[in-house]
Each structure stands twice: as C-alpha cells, then as structure tokens.
C-alpha cells in the first residue's frame, strides 16, 4: 500500500516558471490537501478538496491552483513561481469522518531562484 | 494572527525521563486537537488526539491533557526514549458547515524534541 505519493521530491525553479507538484493517493480518501513548511511558522494550508471536483481556499492560497478530477489525485499548480514560494510541500488525504488524522505524502522540496 | 502556539522551539531531555511538550490556542471554536510527530525528511506522522468532550487521552508511552478553560493542551511522553527526537506539531480544528461540513486543520510552529542516551 504505497499510501499518499508526491512528486518530485526536489525541484529548482526560476522566477516566473509555472509547475505542477503531484499528489496521489491510493486509500480511496474524500479529503486531500496541500500544506507548505516554512521555517518557524510551521505548517500552512494552501488549499482542500473534500472530493472530486470540489476544492478550497485555505490560508496561503495565493499563487497556486488545484483541481480535483478524480478521487486518487490533487496536483498543486504553481502558476509564476516567485522565490517566496520556495518551500516543503506536503500533500496529506484522510476519511472525512476520520478527523484531522491526515496521512501525509513525504514531501517536495522546491526552490525559486 | 496565531491561533495555535508552541512557545517552545525546542526541548532536550534524559533518557527514561518525562518528556512534556505544550500548546496553546486562542479559537474557543476549535473542538478538536492533534499531535503530530515530524522526522527529517519525512512527512509528519499522527500520533495522538483528543476531542474538546474529554480532558485526557492515552496511548500507551503517550498521553494528551486538555484545559479548555486555559486553552491549553499538553503531550507527555513518559519514558522518553532517543527515537522520539522529532519535530511535534499541536494542530487543531473546528467542522465548518460549508461544502458538506468540510473542516480546517491549523497547525502550531512545531516543539524540536531532543532525547539524550
């Protein structure tokens, strides 16, 4: 059971370039999210999905897109990357009715230089 | 503005010794609290929880303390032992009755934890 996947595990931008982070799960999961680490402020909600098709705003929402076409996948859109954006991305899913116990991915590492 | 703090960035304690980390948050919305446990490289794993119905929850080595009226929890880990040196996150949430009740976790800044041989 491969559990919730992120890739890549790095990546190096440059100001202005666009990606796509990925995320899958594989635990048939309603709710899937991405948070970014920074140092000392912890971990931050940049956007939710309770299921396919529905997404949210969480708090740092600016800059990124996300979509939700099927129940396994959550990419995460960096649409002009700029260096505030270099960050630890974590992709997490669990059972609505199972509460705030996120199962996390193992992270991206992304720089914008 | 913070709503759930660990004013502590890090901690170092004995081996065998009671490790207690703590958190506090300031949204009496909030009726749901977690910890999370961090290594290098990893993502953050679950460890413990406890609903704002109960002041104490255990599991085995851990235990959760609620204080609604201080808004305050804390994690005890009695007996420390060196592979419980990670990162601990407090996160907290509350059901938001929009979009089919989905809810927000909020996570504090994290408690470095340090166990010595």
């Known amino acids: 059971n491969a559990g919730v996947t992120q890739t890549p595990k790095f990546q190096v931008l440059k100001t202005g370039q666009s990606m796509t982070l990925q995320c899958a799960q594989d635990m048939n999961h309603e709710y899937m999210s991405w948070y970014r680490q920074d140092p000392g402020m912890g971990l931050r909600l940049i956007h939710y999905?309770?299921?396919?098709?529905?997404?949210d705003q969480g708090e740092v929402p600016n800059g990124y897109n996300v979509s939700r076409s099927t129940t396994e996948d959550f990419p995460l859109r960096l649409l002009s990357a700029a260096p505030s954006q270099t960050s630890v991305y974590f992709c997490a899913s669990s059972f609505r009715v199972r509460r705030g116990k996120l199962f996390f991915g193992s992270g991206t590492q992304l720089s914008v230089l | 503005d913070q709503q759930v703090k660990q004013n502590s960035p890090s901690l170092s304690v004995q081996e065998g010794r009671i490790s207690i980390l703590n958190c506090d948050y300031t949204?009496?919305?909030?009726?749901?609290f977690l910890w999370y446990k961090k290594y290098p490289a990893e993502g953050p794993t679950f460890l413990i929880s406890i609903s704002s119905i109960k002041d104490k929850n255990e599991d085995g080595r851990f235990t959760v303390f609620l204080n609604k009226s201080a808004k305050h929890l804390s994690l005890h880990i009695v007996p420390s032992q060196p592979g419980d040196s990670a990162v601990y996150f407090c996160?907290?949430?509350?059901?938001?009755?929009?979009?089919?009740?989905?809810?927000?976790?909020?996570f504090g800044k994290g408690t470095k934890l340090t166990v010595n041989p």
């Open positions: 999905s309770v299921g396919a098709g529905i997404t």
């Open positions: 996160a907290a949430s509350y059901s938001r009755l929009t979009q089919g009740g989905s809810e927000k976790l909020v």
């Open positions: 949204n009496s919305m909030f009726d749901y």
